[in-house]
């Protein structure tokens, strides 16, 4: 049986999507629970790795308020040695580029050239066509995604670049066959988008203003239900790409 291992770091951040299509797949769900002392797991062939997102930053790594960091990145080479199936989400996507040799940097408005988080549902668009044809084609389509970071990935020269959005180039990488990193939010429910925009004012204020806790309760209106099957679409398409 495949095991979906998921490394969760923040009780708000949940698999969310994973889990439902993961169970609906047949695969076993193992949740780690980071933040709260778990264990890491111990890898076996056959295993895909999904690393959620977080708070923290590459910038942790090593501090003593995130310690087990510099253990999950090593779990992350690990995978990647071992030809394990990984799917990295916004930090885990941070990670997993990290881990591989690449690095992050604060997040600029083009402009001003000033710190300016991407926040809100906006569209991704394709950047290779060089492999993995069935994920790029489906990506051609318009696919709203919801962003919800300050930084920008510096991408290893191992990784591919798959697909960007208007704001950030690093949306979307493969690092071999069997490693994807996506700065987006595929994963989300209604519960947990209204959660986060309710418990994260003070970064969405910082780059929507004081509005901008309606705008995104607006967009998840908007955007939830009408991109469900697509984003389900895309997750069944990276799971078949890793099992």
Not at 48 to 64: A, E, F, K
Not at 122 to 127: E, G
Not at 223 to 232: I, M, N, W
């Amino acid at each position: 049986m495949i095991r979906l291992l998921v490394l969760q770091h923040l009780k708000r951040e949940r698999p969310g999507l994973f889990v439902n299509l993961a169970e609906e797949r047949g695969f076993s769900v193992c949740i780690f629970r980071l933040d709260l002392g778990d264990s890491l797991p111990e890898l076996r062939n056959g295993d895909i790795l999904l690393v959620l997102g977080g708070p923290m930053s590459i910038r942790d790594i090593g501090t003593s308020t995130y310690p087990w960091l510099i253990e999950e990145v090593s779990l992350i080479k690990e995978a990647l040695n071992q030809g394990i199936g990984i799917i990295g989400v916004c930090l885990g996507a941070q990670l997993l580029a990290y881990a591989a040799g690449g690095d992050v940097e604060i997040l600029l408005e083009e402009e001003s050239q000033q710190p300016l988080a991407e926040i809100g549902w906006d569209n991704i668009f394709p950047q290779s066509l060089k492999n993995n044809c069935k994920l790029t084609r489906f990506i051609g389509r318009p696919f709203p995604v919801l962003n919800w970071h300050g930084d920008r990935i510096l991408l290893p020269q191992s990784a591919e670049l798959i697909a960007s959005s208007c704001r950030c180039k690093e949306q979307l990488f493969s690092i071999g066959p069997l490693a994807y990193g996506m700065q987006f939010h595929v994963e989300i429910d209604d519960e947990m988008a209204n959660t986060w925009i309710s418990e994260d004012q003070k970064f969405i204020s910082s780059a929507l203003g004081a509005e901008g806790q309606s705008l995104l309760k607006q967009q998840q209106k908007e955007f939830g239900y009408k991109t469900l099957d697509s984003r389900l679409e895309f997750l069944n398409i990276l799971f078949d790409l890793l099992s």
